[in-house]
């Protein structure tokens, strides 16, 4: 989410000393201890260290240290300490000569990991995927990295390499990967088109300064070509800028609807974001995409959409990212990134998932479980709580947004899983392997049409071109995983030939959500149908306490 800049000063704290007597006391466990014994203490506590310790540490960097320890202590991977050279490295690298990888990262369960691999980027090309977790980055170990950390490695001068080791659900050992970076121009709304007869098709990858704009422009070009419904696909978008997610949330609602409330531990600080405008696309009908994947602003969109009854909600629950963060300026040119409030749906429910000691997040991935594009699946783990939208309909709440309809992908075979392993040791030589026979098989037949399918003969010289490149894996399992072989040729084939857009499109008939969605809309004259459609599709759900509103 976009940051708050907040400024501290250190007279209120002076003010509030004098108020209180010059004391600020803390409540301990069978005794009150002042706040100045505590830090005499602390100082003991380092004098001792820096003078006795059997290796020798400045008290620079042992009060580094304990700040540092202090924030890991708090349990919230979003709130850092930023030094001042921390700080202006991050500043230069969004400006200026300095190229990326074109992965979104968050951390998960401790680990940065790839949350979206954006289309035409180095990342994508040498087959990096989502749910990846970086082990180490340049022959660092990132293991309990915040994603500052992270970013600092990931992004640097265009034309310059990276190292990864990532750990892949389905792979036995970690897999390696050079990766050269470029300067990255990312398209908010890369694909829109329409999926069926009268219903459009656009997917929303990040929420950047454009977004809205690129959005409005899509579905103006999509309601041109005839379409009466849409489907707004916010699968693996990890979020971006608050007030995009806002007047996007804006070009369906009616002005003066509740978008997104903000509750920080002071009421005084909370805030409520309401559509400001006249809803832009009034009678067309929506079904929004999520997943596992799906944060931040993109479950502000889909969580105001589903409470005011403008869309229905398909896929699997989101992460639960639902927390805001405050930048603190602090002395020396350091600063302090911070959570300092909460987000909560029109209905009031939390988007946060909060993670208790010894938990894992809501949307946990399932080390068993693979879709049958070799992505990890994520699980469910949420308590349901209900609570009743604007039309009296049941949504749930308990971290992160539960669609109206669970739908989920393909799951791989146990035959699929064993080619993954086998060819996840050769990872980056399976994607040179594809690429190239791509390459090869479309200059060889000048007259391939968008629909062509994949043949026993292709199966075979792939099989043989993978082999040749050292990609060992065995004819029994390389038979087993002809589902996903058939994809990646495809796909890579039709990007090859005909570009990303045409690559798209062959996926639909495969994507499950994405077909549900479509099924829905074209039996659906309007908003209202599409509901109760939903409303009789819908299985019980195991629940918490009672309704809420």
């Given amino acids: 989410m976009k940051l708050k800049r907040t400024v501290v000063a250190p007279a209120m704290v002076a003010a509030v000393a004098v108020v209180s007597g010059g004391w600020l006391l803390q409540q301990d466990v069978g005794s009150q201890q002042s706040v100045f014994q505590r830090a005499r203490l602390f100082d003991e506590v380092i004098e001792y260290v820096r003078g006795r310790y059997v290796e020798p540490h400045s008290e620079s960097d042992l009060y580094q240290k304990a700040i540092e320890g202090m924030l890991t202590e708090l349990g919230d991977p979003h709130t850092t300490f930023m030094t001042a050279e921390q700080y202006q490295d991050l500043h230069r690298m969004t400006t200026g000569e300095y190229g990326g990888l074109g992965i979104q990262i968050s951390s998960r369960d401790g680990w940065v990991t790839a949350v979206a691999i954006l ?28 994603d500052d950390d992270a970013v600092k490695e990931l992004r640097g001068p265009k034309g310059t390499p990276v190292q990864l080791k990532v750990a892949r659900v389905g792979a036995d050992q970690p897999i390696s990967f050079t990766i050269t970076r470029e300067e990255i121009h990312v398209r908010s709304v890369p694909y829109a088109y329409m999926v069926a007869p009268g219903v459009g098709y656009t997917n929303l990858i990040n929420f950047s300064a454009t977004s809205t704009q690129e959005l409005r422009a899509s579905i103006d070009s999509l309601r041109a070509q005839g379409a009466r419904s849409l489907v707004l696909d916010l699968r693996g978008n990890p979020g971006g800028l608050l007030d995009q997610g806002v007047s996007i949330s804006d070009l369906f609602l009616p002005r003066g609807d509740a978008v997104v409330e903000t509750r920080a531990r ?64 602090l002395s020396g040119g350091n600063f302090l990134k911070m959570t300092t409030a909460k ?80 060819a996840s040791r050769n990872a980056a030589k399976f994607q040179d392997a594809l690429f190239g026979y791509a390459v090869a098989f479309e200059r060889a037949h000048p007259d391939l049409r968008p629909d062509f399918a994949v043949t026993p003969q292709m199966r075979r010289e792939f099989y043989e071109r993978l082999r040749a490149n050292g990609v060992e894996v065995t004819p029994e399992q390389y038979q087993g995983a002809q589902r996903f072989i058939d994809a990646q040729l495809i796909d890579q084939i039709a990007r090859s030939k005909f570009g990303p857009s045409v690559a798209v499109r062959r996926d639909d008939t495969t994507d499950r959500v994405l077909q549900e969605a479509v099924r829905l809309l074209q039996q659906a004259p309007d908003t209202q149908a599409l509901l109760r459609a939903v409303q009789q599709q819908r299985p019980a759900v195991a629940q918490g306490t009672a309704g809420r509103r």
């Fill in 119 to 146: 289309p035409g980027t180095p990342a994508e090309r040498q087959g990096m995927r989502v749910g990846d977790r970086f082990l180490e980055i340049n022959g660092k170990s990132a293991e309990g990295w915040s």
């Fill in 266 to 329: 002071d009421p005084r600080e909370s805030e409520t974001f309401r559509a400001s405008t006249p809803e832009t696309y009034e009678g067309l009908t929506v079904a929004v995409l999520v997943d596992g994947y799906s944060a931040s602003a993109a479950e502000i969109v889909a969580g105001a959409l589903q409470d005011h009854d403008r869309a229905v909600v398909l896929g699997s629950t989101t992460y639960g990212k639902g927390s805001v963060q405050s930048l603190f300026p």
């Fill in 343 to 422: 987000w909560y749906t029109p209905v009031g429910r939390s988007i946060q998932k909060d993670v208790k000691e010894g938990e894992e997040t809501g949307a946990e991935e399932d080390p068993a479980a693979m879709g049958a594009d070799g992505t990890p699946v994520t699980q469910d783990t949420t308590t349901k709580v209900p609570y009743r939208t604007d039309s009296g309909r049941t949504v749930y709440g308990g971290g992160g947004i539960v669609p109206d309809l669970v739908v989920r992908q393909d799951t791989a075979s146990d035959a699929e899983k064993e080619f993954f392993r086998a």
